[in-house]
RNA sequence: GCCCGGAUGGCGGAAUUGGUAGACGCAAGGGACUUAAAAUCCCUCGUCCGCGAGGAUGUGCCGGUUCGAUCCCGGCUCCGGGCACCA
């Protein structure tokens, strides 16, 4: 080995080594116990950034260190390739989304590989690629029969300019990002996936993945957002029909005094009467106009507009004129609402500025309210008053007997219902996959048939941002003839959500050349579920949900056995400098390649483990990475100038080692149990590096290193010294490994086991403590008993003054840690 | 508003089951080496009092349980995140 550490020839080496080797290569082997780590892959966007070098850096360790442990680790990387921001380029630049996406991906597995990150390379897989979409399409139909995938309308943003679907994130404060026009509400046609089917498993199992941070299966909980209510039909005046509301605040309903429904809602026409149809129609085009974003927001003002209709209160028989609401979404529920003006802010709101009655029928204990002087709702529990049989019971008990009452009357039945909405995946965008779908206007929606997939994303578009989708643009995609009857028709032009792509990818990373099929059967099963997948939690909600129902509609076509894809999950914060997360608008941007050109990537590796737990956000600091550079130098010289003293050593035999050699050894062996715990148990990453710190440390510290007795404990070391740091700094490990002359790649050695007896110590440091404070320490055998342990305390020349004279009330003696004497 | 997190030296963080608070690193100060600087090595480093031995105090704030609380309980303050007209 080389006596100066230049990380750029030693990392340019094992990299080769490796890749030639094809070290990290796995192929499924019953023998074996598998492991399964997954690290959420990348948008191929241009570049690596810090997120992704700290991401793939944790990832590493783990796969490295379970493979050192004797698992077949699958461990593999690709590209989240379809999406937007390629064809915003292709936009810009004039160039095909195809192409710039490769370019990004080249260049980001170049400086992937450059980080020596130990994938399974041969595994790797584009989304875009076709030998990967072509199966999400033959999913995708398998759905369709099954009813799972389906059609409905939907409003999409539209910009009437541009005469193109925007996306959320491309409407800036209600105008288009391009040309800045007025943002549209426009209903289209789109693809739904039936996640809503899947909403009761999707909750239950949140309550099956202790492997999960519970702040992510809060917000997936919250997200499906289950509650309890029941359905109450009133009906409507002068008609055979009523209004189905969904409510969970029945013990209300003797309060309700209007109805509310959504602007959509399709009674909202019909039930419109001659003399308010002008003032409807106003309203409902307004609504129109509102893009979603303002229409949720919280602070839009209460509105409405009264239909001249009426319904009948079941209970009461009370006249409730029905009004349309901006607050009442057609999406939740039935889309309409029963409006108890005492009980409900929005409906106190919306009573106050309408003038409708209130009438109080919870009363809190104490208080008296009055409709007339209320100021706001009373939501919380009661007394129930007006509300007949039901008068004197507490409003939580009513809930219950009243939900039975409206059943047994025949208006209303026990019901839940979910904030979860179907899966909207239609996008009216070209850099996606394809919706395998063709219309007919004789047969109407006919599957592209299995012998005609995949349906391939045609080259040769033209894209100018404008006049919507440019395959819809594109005639020899568009016509077709008819499967089923040969007349021409039309190709579905949209593309899927890029979720969906997200949805499966780990596990075609099972079988990624498999050519029968979406999956393997026989290696996806092998392989999963994923044991530990790392990623941000900004995909705590849509992409984890979406992989998980995925899973289960794939469980369901008999595709793979397991309910779940992840068994655990890591979540790891941000990286940030100067309290921000990095951003260019911010000018804080640390790039990786600068890093790594200076320091090497073992360095960037080892900063971005140590400076702070995975979950935790790290912050930047240009002066930590120049001491994580100088350990790994340090580490360096110590092994080359401990390298004299080893080469003639004999065997170890512990049973001889006295003193200072013991010493070390104890050191060596705690440290290797430390480290063993914190990457197993607690995946404490900076810890175990801190511990490796301080035994370089003792090491450095360890004077009779040319005794030649102490030979072969100081091989013993550094071998360990250089298998513990492995994981961390590969590249660095590698070499330190060959320079000991040790043999074979050292990524694949066997993770050390400890030694309990020569971990073990001798003497134990014991606490003295008297009435709780810290009097004294002093040193006893490990074997000493309690009784000893009580004597030696109280016979220290520090704890004796303070003890003389006083009576001991009580000694509590903690075997190993300390002695606490309370005087009185 | 509701639901989760979190708060420890100048800074990042450690303390795994209620038992030595501040491991490890960074920064800072002092010293060695050098003509000098860089690099490297050694020492100091929570706060206050004390020449010192040592003492007092200290984990956001107030209180409680306990022989003993960064850790458990009750009440607050501040910060971060998620959801937010969900009927």
Not at 325 to 350: C, I, K, S
Not at 747 to 753: G, K
Not at 803 to 812: E, H, L, P
Request: one cysteine or more.
């Amino acid at each position: 080995m080389q006596e100066k550490y230049i990380p750029q020839i030693v990392e340019a080496k094992w990299q080769k080594h490796w890749e030639a080797a094809k070290s990290f290569k796995v192929t499924e082997d019953p023998e074996k116990e598998k492991y399964y780590l997954l690290e959420m892959f990348p948008y191929p966007s241009g570049r690596i950034h810090m997120g992704h070098v700290r991401n793939y850096s944790i990832g590493d360790v783990v796969a490295r260190f379970k493979r050192m442990r004797g698992y077949n680790v699958l461990h593999p990387m690709g590209w989240d390739a379809f999406g937007m921001p390629a064809e915003n380029a292709a936009i810009q630049n004039n160039c095909h989304p195809a192409a710039w996406t490769h370019e990004n991906m080249a260049y980001m597995r170049g400086q992937l590989k450059r980080m020596g990150f130990s994938y399974d390379w041969d595994r790797e897989l584009a989304t875009c690629d076709v030998e990967y979409y072509r199966w999400e399409q033959k999913i995708f139909l398998q759905m369709y029969q099954r009813g799972l995938a389906y059609k409905k309308t939907s409003f999409v943003n539209w910009c009437p300019n541009c005469a193109t679907v925007l996306a959320n994130e491309q409407v800036e404060d209600g105008g288009c990002w391009r040309c800045d026009s007025d943002v549209k509400q426009k209903e289209l046609d789109q693809w739904f996936f039936r996640i809503t089917n899947y909403a009761e498993e999707l909750l239950d199992w949140t309550n099956r993945l202790p492997g999960w941070p519970e702040r992510v299966l809060t917000m997936q909980r919250n997200w499906i957002g289950k509650s309890f209510g029941c359905e109450i039909t009133f009906p409507l005046e002068g008609g055979e029909e009523g209004i189905t509301v969904f409510t969970t605040r029945q013990d209300t309903v003797y309060g309700a005094t209007f109805m509310s429904l959504a602007p959509e809602h399709p009674l909202a026409c019909r039930i419109t009467t001659s003399g308010q149809r002008e003032a409807v129609t106003a309203f409902v085009e307004k609504i129109a106009r509102t893009d979603r974003v303002c229409r949720t927001a919280e602070d839009l003002e209460k509105e409405g507009v009264w239909t001249g209709a009426f319904c009948t209160n079941p209970l009461t028989g009370c006249r409730m004129p029905v009004y349309l609401a901006n607050f009442v979404l057609m999406e939740y529920g039935t889309g309409a609402v029963m409006a108890v003006p005492a009980h409900d802010q929005r409906d106190f709101e919306f009573a106050r500025k309408y003038e409708i009655p209130v009438l109080v029928v919870i009363q809190p204990d104490g208080e008296n309210l009055d409709p007339a002087t209320m100021t706001a709702a009373y939501t919380e529990v009661g007394t129930m008053v007006n509300s007949e049989r039901f008068n004197g019971m507490k409003s939580d008990v009513a809930k219950e007997a009243l939900a039975d009452h409206l059943a047994g009357e025949g208006v209303g039945k026990k019901t839940v219902n979910f904030r979860l909405r179907d899966w909207g995946i239609s996008r009216q965008r070209y850099w996606g996959n394809p919706i395998p779908i063709i219309y007919c206007d004789i047969c109407g929606v006919v599957p592209v048939p299995d012998q005609d997939l995949p349906v391939t994303l045609p080259r040769d578009v033209a894209f100018t941002g404008e006049g919507g989708s440019p395959l819809a643009r594109l005639d020899a995609f568009v016509t077709v003839p008819c499967p089923l009857c040969g007349a021409s028709s039309r190709r579905e032009t949209d593309t899927m959500d890029t979720f969906v792509q997200s949805s499966w990818y780990f596990l075609r990373y099972c079988c990624p050349d498999f050519t029968g099929g979406a999956l393997d059967k026989e290696r996806a099963e092998y392989w999963m579920s994923v044991d530990q997948y790392i990623g941000g939690i900004e995909h705590a909600v849509l992409h984890l949900l979406y992989a998980r129902f995925f899973t289960k509609v794939l469980r369901e076509l008999g595709y793979v056995k397991v309910d779940e894809p992840f068994i655990n999950l890591l979540t790891q914060g941000m990286v940030i400098k100067d309290g921000a997360k990095m951003s260019k608008s911010k000018g804080n941007v640390v790039d990786p390649s600068g890093l790594v050109e200076r320091y090497g990537a073992d360095t960037a590796r080892l900063f971005s483990l140590f400076a702070a737990p995975p979950e935790k956000d790290l912050e930047w600091s240009d002066q930590g990475v120049e001491g994580s550079y100088r350990f790994l130098n340090r580490v360096w010289k110590l092994v080359f100038e401990t390298l004299p003293f080893i080469k003639e050593s004999s065997a170890l035999q512990p049973e001889k080692l006295t003193g200072e050699g013991k010493a070390l050894r104890r050191v060596v062996h705690k440290t290797i149990r430390k480290v063993t715990d914190d990457l197993e148990e607690r995946f404490h990453f900076n810890t175990a590096i801190a511990a490796i710190m301080e035994m370089v440390n003792g090491l450095s510290a360890f004077e009779p290193k040319g005794d030649p007795k102490n030979g072969a404990v100081l091989r013993e070391a550094l071998t360990s010294l250089v298998i513990l740091l492995a994981p961390f700094v590969p590249h660095a490990a590698e070499e330190l490994w060959e320079g000991l002359g040790e043999v074979g790649t050292l990524s694949l050695v066997s993770w050390p086991s400890y030694d309990p007896d020569a971990a073990a110590d001798e003497e134990l440091t014991i606490v003295v403590q008297v009435n709780g404070k810290l009097r004294d320490r002093i040193t006893v055998p490990v074997a000493a008993t309690e009784e000893e342990l009580r004597s030696a305390a109280l016979a220290t020349e520090r704890v004796r003054p303070l003890v003389d004279g006083k009576s001991i009330r009580k000694v509590i003696v903690v075997p190993g840690k300390l002695v606490n004497i309370v005087v009185g």
